[in-house]
């Protein structure tokens, strides 16, 4: 799976020079049928900045596909001559760390996903529906935090870490994003909560149902939608998550890989690691990102336009 | 844990932030008034970094505006849509990328022997350039990868926005005769406003730009994008004795003011949006 996906693409980059002459056929048959130039300048336009979009990725994949002997080169050559899929094996074989700091990635963030989506739906419900003292208070100091940079965190949190004996654990990372994370999560589902009709709750009661079955079986299914939203909103962040993790970790124990990256610095003159393991790790990196990106793709629009947006 | 985590950290910044706490010496904290910040106030790296930090700003929002701007205008005008879908989708892209990963592969892309921008600029036969090393140019690289990297944010703000416009006004401008040109500067542009100013409001917050500099030059070449933030950073986890009670009060003015800013943009964001 992690082969496929660079695979085609890489054979997309190889296939450019015979897709160009095609592409200016197409365009001549569209002019010669009347389509206005303005529309074709549009899309000219649109297709330039998509490239621009991609074309890191593109060039990270010709990095990591091609052989060594063709890497350092002056000048470089933008394509390689011919594709090779051992870095992506090396960068295990050469440097046996990168599954470390890949186990420390997954669990840290999945931890802290789990642990914000849990909350959050349980304590939205709380703040939508249930009557309890200073619930108003309550909310508006979860506003207020919202708002707040984590950064201005970063002293006090480093030394309530260093003194509760968690600084370079995986539990060091996963309470402050829990933490971090809540506020927007709970704001989030809350609105979702307060947006699904009371009268069906009213109906359940009427049937002798008690509030955690009510929230059990009727408001976690129906504000399914946004506990997902909450998630890749979770996630984002928290994949590529870098001062706190740079900060609070200082080791193999819980060093994730958006800092084990900085290991893999593409240095010719340490002679350590090759640019082109480098280039697969990173690439690596970006994929979990990228299928929960278009793999949810539905939500994500709907999150951020309505969730986000609206909060 | 929200409480542990997010309540007594900030209630103890606010202790931290009027104490003498250098975390490496041992010294237990010790309440001492004001004395950070008249400190703060009398730091010749204050002005210097804040003045860097702004000069950032004014290389990263107008050019970022103005990218996200055009493309979102030009999405809004594609009917088709299949292909509208597929266009937002690879252009925001790069919103989501993890972002540790994402400074460092621009980093790479920056090398000066064997980045991509030398590459090209190789085939055009231009001299190769020191994009991160060069002290003038430092800073509007980071700022370039930046509008890259959170143009799709924009763009989309600029789509609900364009969304919002009935689409009759553009016709009726058409039927009496003005131009594509006349219409985006007439009819569109005006009707943007609001969102301009939340588009403004959010990216000010890059003004606590911390991350981007700490991985792709450390704040160098000879501090020249030391920001704001980062001087924060350096003086509690760098500086010789982690002075973690000076830097929280350079950490909480940063805090106080990103907050304020959030705060407005979410306002005007609600407004819109209902």
Not at chain 1, 26 to 48: D, I, N
Not at chain 1, 215 to 235: H, N
Request: net charge positive.
């Amino acid at each position: 799976m992690v082969e496929a996906v660079p695979h085609l693409a890489g054979a997309g980059i190889l296939r450019l020079g015979q897709v160009i002459p095609v592409a200016v056929t197409a365009l001549r048959r569209g002019l010669r049928r009347g389509v206005r130039p303005g529309a074709l300048l549009k899309h000219a336009a649109l297709l330039a900045a998509v490239f621009l979009s991609i074309a890191p990725f593109l060039w990270l994949l010709s990095i990591a596909l091609r052989p060594v002997t063709e890497t350092y080169i002056v000048p470089m050559p933008l394509l390689p001559s011919s594709l090779t899929f051992t870095h992506f094996l090396d960068m295990l074989l050469v440097a046996p760390l990168m599954a470390v700091y890949y186990r420390n990635s997954f669990v840290i963030t999945g931890a802290s996903v789990a642990a914000v989506v849990a909350i959050a739906c349980l304590a939205g419900y709380a703040f939508a529906r249930l009557h309890f003292p200073a619930r108003e208070p309550l909310f508006w100091i979860v506003v207020t935090a919202m708002f707040l940079p984590a950064a201005i965190a970063l002293p006090p949190l480093y030394v309530l870490l260093s003194n509760l004996n968690l600084l370079d654990t995986w539990l060091g990372l996963i309470l402050p994003y829990t933490g971090w994370y809540l506020p927007v999560s709970m704001f989030i589902m809350r609105g979702v909560y307060q947006a699904i009709p009371r009268e069906l709750e009213d109906a359940a009661r009427l049937d002798g149902a008690s509030a955690w079955q009510i929230f059990w079986r009727i408001m976690l299914p129906l504000g399914a939608s946004g506990a997902i939203v909450v998630a890749i909103l979770a996630f984002v962040p928290i994949w590529g998550e870098y001062l706190f993790s740079f900060t609070f970790t200082s080791t193999t124990n819980s060093m994730p890989m958006s800092v084990g990256i900085r290991f893999f610095e593409p240095s010719p003159a340490t002679g350590k690691y090759t640019f082109n393991v480098a280039a697969a790790a990173a690439l690596v990196m970006f994929l979990p990102s990228m299928l929960v990106y278009v793999g949810l793709q539905k939500w994500f629009t709907k999150g951020l336009m309505e969730g986000a947006l609206k909060f | 844990m929200f409480g542990v985590f997010v309540l007594y950290p900030l209630a103890n910044a606010l202790l931290i932030a009027f104490s003498r706490y250098q975390f490496l010496t041992g010294e237990a904290p010790r309440f001492t008034g004001l004395a950070n910040v008249e400190r703060w106030l009398g730091d010749e790296r204050l002005l210097e970094t804040i003045g860097i930090t702004l000069q950032y700003m004014l290389i990263y929002l107008p050019a970022s505006t103005l990218y996200a701007l055009a493309v979102a205008i030009l999405l809004d005008r594609v009917v088709n849509r299949r292909l509208a879908t597929g266009y937002r989708v690879l252009l925001y892209l790069p919103v989501v990328l993890p972002a540790s990963i994402t400074f460092h592969m621009w980093k790479w892309m920056y090398d000066p022997t064997w980045g991509l921008f030398n590459q090209l600029l190789g085939v055009f036969g231009v001299p190769a350039l020191r994009w991160l090393s060069d002290p003038d140019m430092a800073l509007p690289s980071i700022a370039g990868m930046e509008v890259w990297h959170l143009m799709g944010i924009t763009m989309m703000l600029f789509l609900v926005g364009l969304n919002n416009i009935p689409r009759e006004l553009g016709e009726a401008a058409r039927v009496d005769g003005a131009s594509p040109w006349q219409i985006v500067r007439h009819v569109t542009l005006p009707l943007l406003k609001p969102i301009f100013l939340i588009v403004v409001v959010l990216r000010l917050q890059t003004l606590g730009v911390i991350t981007q500099p700490l991985i792709m030059t450390d704040g160098g070449p000879i501090r020249s994008t030391t920001t704001y933030g980062l001087q924060a950073y350096f003086i509690a986890f760098r500086d010789t004795v982690w002075d973690i009670g000076y830097a929280s009060i350079w950490f909480l003015v940063l805090g106080l003011f990103s907050a304020l800013l959030a705060f407005v943009a979410w306002r005007g964001m609600r407004s819109q949006v209902e």
